[in-house]
């Protein structure tokens, strides 16, 4: 099924604002470190018309008459500082961000251009359409691994003296005193593999990993390890068919892991953190009253058993325990008996692999594999990195079972096979471009539990350590979408219209968001082959890296090359073998060719800076709806106050797979031409650092057939100091000509500010007030 909805939702986003009402006044004593809530006393406030709309001037007086008429200050000289400020302002970053000329620009192709509209219903069935036949595969993969196993288990014969050597992953490559190598332990190729987030691995052969718990010589064991060679093959055909696949594995039930590609497993740091992190999260506090528990659980089971309820598969109930106090003999005897009670950790593995076995028994004898999808979840071998968005996977897994004749009628559980799948390649499926600025795509559970969402944010952040939060992988669609009543948020409200559908043979559904307006929209410009190239080979240009305008994870020559690369290798022909998105190609090569006489404006500018001149501006920059981005500095590399902005370090200034950049997503929501300003800090905004930086980004329009849509955003980075200081010198002058001001901004009892249309303060005398939001709660300042 395939609907659709609308919705209004404030949205929370750093990057949205709203036009507010003329903004609320407070008295700000010089003398104290603190606002203060007070009676709306309206000195005096101005709009800064040439800014577009996006600032505020408010001056703060402690000594000033309630009354408007019997203000020291006149009305005239506060508008005479706002235009001042404002046209100094505006003609600066207009000058500098070269806003007119690539406005232009984009005007005069015009008439070559498309604006088709998006049909939301058909995109989000194409996208789950590629998501099938991509999840599809994995399955495929599973099933040959499923007949694999079965096959090699029917003609093993169990050996109890069967002696064999494997790759044990704890000690492959590991050495004795003598330097040779260990038992089990043998040379195994390692080579660090971009698919495999630069893990040593060798994708030739498997490994096997055991519990320390396990004897690695048990005759089990060795027969099961022995058996599942049979799966290297397949492993490494199922990587060649598909080379998207990640992780391989078996998981005996003998109690052995093999996987694919073979990879050393050491308990180094990383995973002794990861397991220390773990572990300081449990807590035990009370004793459990396990008595009334069991015997509820029994009830419970009983009326569905005699309603025949519930799920159709066998039904039990299971109780883990760190050591029980009592063996609960008089529940058993009612409802369960003979029981079978389990005291140590031999008693465990031969009792619940048992138990297993009877569970399993129906499935096997009607053979019955059924596939099985999971909840979202971290992969602890990438929590090292620190990323929010790197390590959720799902995972595709069957049962193996025995068709020996002799023991199929006991229902033997040989293991589990399975692969995993990481939800970001699942995820680049619903290519950025298609679903406009503030557009999204999202994954649910058939339980209704997100399994992927541009706002899910797993991990928390404590201390310098990034750390999962709690239940991270139950997370529903409300909790995501809701509205953020965080004070230190800007928001915008946007009519988002909402299309969704299942993905067949899955028990994931696809959502897709597209904003009203612009969102509605895709534009479409074409030129030559040769004149996009030239320009696309200019160096100020880049295209968003986590976009996927060409393939180049599946040939292993290809994971090399960036995206730049392979699209350049695709356009001459140079590969044929290279698969790309032909659409998003066109649409980069457009953006280059309209684009790129920025690049000798913005040169021309910088060579007309002197060293001797104030410095202005830090640099200019530039990005296309097509992730093609281009920037030029005005200063040398070392004088630029913010190194981080532009690069991946810094996910809010770059295209990613889930979002335009912060100064795009500014831009777009305001008319072209009206210029955006954000604050920025060196260590980001929850820091204790001041804000020392401040961007300024315009969007740039174009309409065809009355249909507008969002070509580009171009903006500037600059100093906030230089913006305080053309404020302060603005603020000098008054409107009685030659004569004294009677008052201005230097004087102690009068407090002026520049606030953003959020009521953020953008300037002030004290350097602790930029970033801060205007409101009636005290805010103390140290």
């Given at each position: 099924?395939?609907?659709?909805?609308?919705?209004?939702?404030?949205?929370?986003?750093?990057?949205?604002?709203?036009?507010?009402?003329?903004?609320?006044?407070?008295?700000?004593?010089?003398?104290?470190?603190?606002?203060?809530?007070?009676?709306?006393?309206?000195?005096?406030?101005?709009?800064?018309?040439?800014?577009?709309?996006?600032?505020?001037?408010?001056?703060?007086?402690?000594?000033?008459?309630?009354?408007?008429?019997?203000?020291?200050?006149?009305?005239?000289?506060?508008?005479?500082?706002?235009?001042?400020?404002?046209?100094?302002?505006?003609?600066?970053?207009?000058?500098?961000?070269?806003?007119?000329?690539?406005?232009?620009?984009?005007?005069?192709?015009?008439?070559?251009?498309?604006?088709?509209?998006?049909?939301?219903?058909?995109?989000?069935?194409?996208?789950?359409?590629?998501?099938?036949?991509?999840?599809?595969?994995?399955?495929?993969?599973?099933?040959?691994?499923?007949?694999?196993?079965?096959?090699?288990?029917?003609?093993?014969?169990?050996?109890?003296?069967?002696?064999?050597?494997?790759?044990?992953?704890?000690?492959?490559?590991?050495?004795?005193?003598?330097?040779?190598?260990?038992?089990?332990?043998?040379?195994?190729?390692?080579?660090?593999?971009?698919?495999?987030?630069?893990?040593?691995?060798?994708?030739?052969?498997?490994?096997?990993?055991?519990?320390?718990?396990?004897?690695?010589?048990?005759?089990?064991?060795?027969?099961?390890?022995?058996?599942?060679?049979?799966?290297?093959?397949?492993?490494?055909?199922?990587?060649?068919?598909?080379?998207?696949?990640?992780?391989?594995?078996?998981?005996?039930?003998?109690?052995?892991?093999?996987?694919?590609?073979?990879?050393?497993?050491?308990?180094?740091?990383?995973?002794?953190?990861?397991?220390?992190?773990?572990?300081?999260?449990?807590?035990?506090?009370?004793?459990?009253?396990?008595?009334?528990?069991?015997?509820?659980?029994?009830?419970?089971?009983?009326?569905?058993?005699?309603?025949?309820?519930?799920?159709?598969?066998?039904?039990?109930?299971?109780?883990?325990?760190?050591?029980?106090?009592?063996?609960?003999?008089?529940?058993?005897?009612?409802?369960?008996?003979?029981?079978?009670?389990?005291?140590?950790?031999?008693?465990?593995?031969?009792?619940?692999?048992?138990?297993?076995?009877?569970?399993?028994?129906?499935?096997?004898?009607?053979?019955?594999?059924?596939?099985?999808?999971?909840?979202?979840?971290?992969?602890?071998?990438?929590?090292?990195?620190?990323?929010?968005?790197?390590?959720?996977?799902?995972?595709?897994?069957?049962?193996?079972?025995?068709?020996?004749?002799?023991?199929?009628?006991?229902?033997?559980?040989?293991?589990?096979?399975?692969?995993?799948?990481?939800?970001?390649?699942?995820?680049?499926?619903?290519?950025?471009?298609?679903?406009?600025?503030?557009?999204?795509?999202?994954?649910?559970?058939?339980?209704?539990?997100?399994?992927?969402?541009?706002?899910?944010?797993?991990?928390?952040?404590?201390?310098?350590?990034?750390?999962?939060?709690?239940?991270?992988?139950?997370?529903?669609?409300?909790?995501?979408?809701?509205?953020?009543?965080?004070?230190?948020?800007?928001?915008?409200?946007?009519?988002?219209?909402?299309?969704?559908?299942?993905?067949?043979?899955?028990?994931?559904?696809?959502?897709?968001?597209?904003?009203?307006?612009?969102?509605?929209?895709?534009?479409?410009?074409?030129?030559?082959?040769?004149?996009?190239?030239?320009?696309?080979?200019?160096?100020?240009?880049?295209?968003?890296?986590?976009?996927?305008?060409?393939?180049?994870?599946?040939?292993?020559?290809?994971?090399?090359?960036?995206?730049?690369?392979?699209?350049?290798?695709?356009?001459?022909?140079?590969?044929?073998?290279?698969?790309?998105?032909?659409?998003?190609?066109?649409?980069?090569?457009?953006?280059?060719?309209?684009?790129?006489?920025?690049?000798?404006?913005?040169?021309?500018?910088?060579?007309?800076?002197?060293?001797?001149?104030?410095?202005?501006?830090?640099?200019?920059?530039?990005?296309?709806?097509?992730?093609?981005?281009?920037?030029?500095?005005?200063?040398?590399?070392?004088?630029?106050?913010?190194?981080?902005?532009?690069?991946?370090?810094?996910?809010?200034?770059?295209?990613?797979?889930?979002?335009?950049?912060?100064?795009?997503?500014?831009?777009?929501?305001?008319?072209?031409?009206?210029?955006?300003?954000?604050?920025?800090?060196?260590?980001?905004?929850?820091?204790?650092?001041?804000?020392?930086?401040?961007?300024?980004?315009?969007?740039?329009?174009?309409?065809?057939d009355k249909k507008t849509a969002i070509a580009a955003a171009v903006g500037v980075q600059m100093k906030l100091e230089f913006l305080q200081r053309k404020f302060w010198v603005a603020t000098r002058q008054c409107s009685t000509g030659d004569?004294?001001?009677?008052?201005?901004?230097?004087?102690?009892?009068?407090?002026?500010?520049?606030?953003?249309?959020?009521?953020?303060?953008?300037?002030?005398?004290?350097?602790?007030?930029?970033?801060?939001?205007?409101?009636?709660?005290?805010?103390?300042?140290?």
């Amino acid at each position: 099924m395939v609907g659709g909805c609308s919705v209004l939702l404030p949205l929370p986003d750093p990057s949205r604002a709203i036009m507010p009402a003329p903004p609320s006044f407070y008295t700000n004593p010089s003398s104290t470190g603190c606002w203060i809530p007070h009676q709306p006393r309206l000195v005096a406030w101005a709009f800064m018309r040439k800014t577009s709309a996006l600032l505020w001037l408010l001056l703060l007086g402690t000594s000033l008459s309630p009354t408007w008429g019997q203000a020291k200050i006149p009305l005239e000289t506060v508008k005479l500082w706002a235009d001042t400020f404002g046209g100094d302002l505006y003609n600066t970053v207009t000058k500098y961000s070269g806003s007119l000329l690539l406005q232009k620009k984009y005007k005069d192709v015009e008439p070559s251009l498309k604006i088709e509209e998006v049909d939301g219903l058909e995109l989000v069935r194409k996208f789950s359409e590629d998501m099938e036949t991509m999840l599809r595969r994995k399955v495929e993969a599973v099933q040959n691994l499923v007949e694999a196993a079965e096959e090699a288990d029917l003609n093993h014969e169990f050996n109890e003296s069967l002696v064999f050597d494997y790759y044990n992953s704890v000690l492959i490559n590991e050495r004795d005193e003598n330097g040779n190598f260990v038992e089990l332990g043998a040379e195994f190729l390692l080579e660090s593999n971009a698919h495999f987030s630069n893990l040593p691995v060798n994708t030739s052969i498997s490994s096997v990993q055991l519990p320390t718990n396990v004897y690695n010589k048990d005759p089990d064991i060795l027969n099961g390890v022995y058996m599942s060679e049979a799966l290297n093959a397949v492993f490494v055909e199922n990587f060649q068919r598909d080379p998207t696949l990640t992780w391989q594995y078996f998981g005996s039930a003998t109690g052995f892991f093999r996987i694919y590609p073979g990879i050393l497993v050491q308990a180094d740091r990383d995973n002794r953190e990861h397991f220390k992190l773990l572990v300081e999260e449990l807590m035990v506090k009370g004793v459990g009253i396990v008595d009334q528990a069991l015997r509820e659980a029994f009830e419970i089971l009983k009326k569905f058993q005699e309603a025949k309820q519930g799920s159709l598969c066998n039904q039990a109930i299971m109780l883990i325990s760190d050591g029980a106090v009592e063996d609960y003999q008089p529940v058993f005897e009612k409802y369960n008996w003979p029981d079978c009670k389990i005291s140590t950790l031999a008693d465990t593995q031969e009792n619940v692999m048992e138990y297993l076995h009877v569970l399993s028994r129906p499935m096997v004898i009607n053979h019955d594999h059924d596939i099985i999808w999971t909840e979202a979840y971290m992969d602890s071998k990438l929590l090292s990195l620190q990323t929010q968005s790197l390590m959720l996977l799902t995972t595709v897994a069957m049962p193996v079972f025995s068709k020996k004749n002799e023991t199929r009628s006991h229902g033997i559980l040989l293991g589990v096979v399975g692969s995993d799948v990481a939800l970001r390649e699942l995820m680049k499926l619903a290519p950025r471009y298609r679903l406009g600025v503030h557009g999204y795509a999202f994954l649910n559970t058939n339980n209704g539990y997100i399994l992927s969402h541009p706002d899910l944010r797993p991990l928390y952040r404590e201390g310098k350590k990034l750390k999962p939060k709690p239940n991270y992988n139950s997370v529903d669609l409300s909790e995501v979408e809701w509205e953020d009543q965080a004070e230190s948020k800007r928001v915008l409200f946007l009519t988002n219209d909402y299309f969704f559908t299942d993905i067949s043979d899955t028990p994931f559904s696809l959502g897709v968001v597209l904003s009203r307006g612009h969102g509605e929209y895709i534009l479409l410009g074409n030129t030559s082959v040769e004149e996009g190239l030239h320009d696309l080979l200019h160096p100020d240009l880049a295209l968003a890296s986590d976009w996927i305008y060409c393939i180049t994870d599946i040939d292993p020559d290809h994971r090399k090359l960036s995206q730049l690369e392979a699209m350049v290798r695709f356009l001459t022909r140079e590969d044929p073998d290279l698969e790309c998105d032909e659409e998003l190609v066109r649409e980069v090569l457009f953006d280059a060719v309209v684009t790129a006489p920025m690049e000798a404006y913005w040169t021309a500018l910088a060579l007309n800076i002197s060293e001797e001149s104030e410095q202005v501006v830090d640099m200019a920059f530039l990005g296309t709806r097509a992730g093609l981005l281009r920037s030029s500095l005005f200063v040398g590399s070392e004088k630029v106050s913010d190194r981080k902005f532009l690069t991946p370090e810094d996910e809010a200034s770059v295209f990613t797979l889930d979002r335009f950049p912060l100064w795009y997503r500014q831009a777009s929501e305001h008319p072209a031409g009206s210029f955006v300003f954000n604050l920025r800090w060196a260590e980001g905004p929850e820091s204790a650092s001041e804000p020392m930086v401040v961007t300024a980004s315009t969007a740039v329009a174009v309409t065809v057939d009355k249909k507008t849509a969002i070509a580009a955003a171009v903006g500037v980075q600059m100093k906030l100091e230089f913006l305080q200081r053309k404020f302060w010198v603005a603020t000098r002058q008054c409107s009685t000509g030659d004569m004294p001001c009677t008052q201005s901004c230097e004087d102690s009892d009068l407090d002026c500010f520049v606030v953003d249309n959020n009521g953020f303060i953008l300037i002030s005398e004290r350097s602790q007030e930029p970033g801060i939001k205007l409101r009636k709660k005290p805010i103390q300042i140290s």
